[in-house]
């Protein structure tokens, strides 16, 4: 370590405990190794960014932790004893691990209300099981997020009449509604106006603490924003970690990204 991570307030930040640990994780296509020997712990209830050059590995990453890409080598522990490596995608759904790409996808001939409700009713999570028909405590539980989206008045529009910014809000809304344990995103403000995006930093910031999420993002101005620990990624590893000011001073991420 050296003396600019001594100095780094985040990198001095307790964690508490670990609910994603990624061990020498190889991907290889074809002899190219998009992931080469990663390794990286996300704390439970921890936001962190990840930030790199493109062909980095961070869509690789998020493949190998969703079950969409087996790894060569390597372990990716969820929570005390689960090897992610083992399951497919659905198994890894289920277990709570939630993904959002980079393009909202929303039922556009749904109301914003509708998108909620049938989320809820096909999530995982506990109240899935009042939503045999909608009672009382769902119908709490659609406001309480659309409120915490910011499309409390907006319910009875269709999702396809939303601004691209408010369609990913509602998507995201719809997989908190499964009560996810550990959230990815991948590029959630592209695309977004500039006060769309002030609103998502908000928003991801009232999440962090009882909600696990790990953004993957090029908009520096965002990642500054959300003030948390930023990975950097290059050729498939770790490149460097702390604040972002403490990554904005190392002189290989100045080269390979920051500086471009
Ligand atoms: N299925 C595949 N077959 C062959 N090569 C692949 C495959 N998927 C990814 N790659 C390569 O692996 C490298 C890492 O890609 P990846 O998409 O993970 O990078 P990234 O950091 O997400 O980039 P970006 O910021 O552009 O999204 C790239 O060089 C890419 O071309």
Same mark, same amino acid.
């Given at each position: 370590m050296n003396a600019i991570a001594l100095a780094d307030p985040i990198a001095d930040t307790a964690m508490g405990d670990t609910l994603l640990y990624l061990e020498d994780v190889t991907v290889s296509f074809d002899g190219f190794?998009?992931? !080469?020997a990663l390794s990286l712990a996300i704390g439970k209830g921890e936001m962190r960014t990840v930030i790199g050059p493109n062909g980095a590995g961070k869509t690789t990453m998020m493949d190998v932790i969703t079950g969409k890409t087996r790894p060569d080598t390597g372990r990716v522990q969820f929570g005390?004893?689960?090897?992610?490596?083992?399951?497919d995608e659905a198994a890894v759904a289920n277990l709570g691990i939630g993904r959002k790409f980079q393009k909202p996808t929303v039922?556009? !001939?749904?109301?914003v209300f509708e998108n909620l409700e049938l989320a809820l009713k096909t999530s995982?999570?506990?109240?899935a099981t009042l939503m045999a028909r909608l009672d009382g405590t769902a119908l709490r539980k659609i406001d309480e997020m659309l409120a915490l989206i910011g499309l409390g008045g907006h319910k009875?529009?269709?999702?396809?009449?939303?601004s691209h910014g408010q369609k990913q809000w509602l998507e995201i809304g719809m997989l908190l509604l499964a009560e996810p344990q550990l959230l990815l995103l991948d590029?959630?403000?592209?695309?977004?106006t500039d006060i769309e995006t002030e609103q998502t930093a908000k928003l991801f910031k009232e999440l962090a603490g009882s909600h696990t999420l790990v953004v993957v993002e090029h908009d520096m101005q965002f990642v500054r924003e959300l003030g948390v620990r930023v990975t950097v990624l290059h050729e498939g590893s770790v490149l460097a970690e702390g604040s972002l000011d403490h990554v904005q001073k190392n002189q290989r991420v100045v080269d390979v990204y920051l500086g471009r």
């Open positions: 190794k998009a992931l !080469n005390d004893r689960i090897d992610l490596t083992r399951l039922f556009e !001939n749904l109301t995982r999570g506990t109240f009875a529009r269709s999702a396809g009449a939303l590029e959630p403000v592209a695309g977004m």
